[in-house]
């Protein structure tokens, strides 16, 4: 295990701490609750806003997720998510199935695997988060077994200043306003709403007349540019709505 602090900036030029714990789980963290696991929760519950752990914890969540690890592998994960507010990332992804989604599998097998490199984002500070596995053949890793995994997180800064890295000053130009959390990705039984996406997109283009307008110059191309992203933002909300903020 490794736990570093990270400075996030914010939109008015400082910054808060954010910990970062990078970790390898046993495989059988043991029957007991004084090892490994009760170790992590501990560290998290000691940070001064939020946290992120990533790593494999060699342990699943549900039967999807193909159980691996040992008797008290997903107890333990399970109790730590509880005690630390710990937030599974995977867990955001309705769809995940350890068919597509594997990051870990038996050498020579052609089949699926096991989901158990995850990312865990404390519910302290979480706005929105997003998770994917690397499954294009130029992101092979030699020498394991596993596939990396890419997510996404969006945090809020602590509401106090008293835990503000003030010293912390960022150029302007690094400054980023704080925008507003993805849509959300339909569920499975839910891909009726990309038809409806579609038809509300055409009807608002067709209503403002956007496709009979000529593009003859880069005014006229900005134009219809800021037009077009303004209905894909307003019919993209309206239909598929946004994720949760602070679940």
């Given amino acids: 295990m490794i736990a570093i602090d990270i400075v996030l900036g914010t939109s008015i030029g400082k910054g808060f701490i954010h910990w970062f714990i990078g970790m390898y789980a046993p495989w059988s963290p043991g029957g007991t609750d004084n090892g490994f696991w009760t170790q992590i929760t501990q560290i998290c519950q000691q940070s001064p806003h939020s946290w992120t752990l990533a790593g494999d914890v060699n342990a699943t969540v ?10 008290d592998a997903r107890r333990q994960y399970l109790q730590f998510l509880c005690l630390s507010n710990g937030l599974d990332i995977w867990t955001l992804n309705p769809d995940q199935t350890c068919d597509h989604d594997w990051t870990c599998r038996a050498r020579g097998s052609t089949g699926g695997g096991n989901i158990i490199n995850r990312i865990v984002t404390s519910r302290i500070g979480f706005s929105d988060a997003e998770i994917c596995v690397a499954d294009r ?3 092979y890793v030699p020498m394991t077994d596993h596939r990396t995994v890419m997510g996404f997180l969006n945090i809020h800064p602590p509401p106090s200043t008293n835990i503000m890295a003030s010293q912390v000053m960022f150029a302007r130009e690094t400054l980023t306003g704080q925008g507003k959390p993805r849509l959300r990705y339909p569920q499975s039984s839910e891909k009726h709403k990309f038809e409806n996406y579609r038809i509300m997109v055409h009807e608002r283009i067709k209503a403002k007349s956007i496709h009979t307008t000529p593009l003859n110059n880069d005014k006229s191309f900005i134009s219809q540019y800021n037009a077009l992203t303004q209905i894909f933002k307003e019919c993209g909300e309206a239909t598929f709505g946004r994720a949760k903020c602070n679940k």
Wanted: glycine share 16%; net charge negative; hydrophobic share 25%.
């Fill in 62 to 71: 549900s039967a999807l997720e193909c159980p691996i690890g040992g008797p």
């Fill in 137 to 139: 053949s130029s992101d």
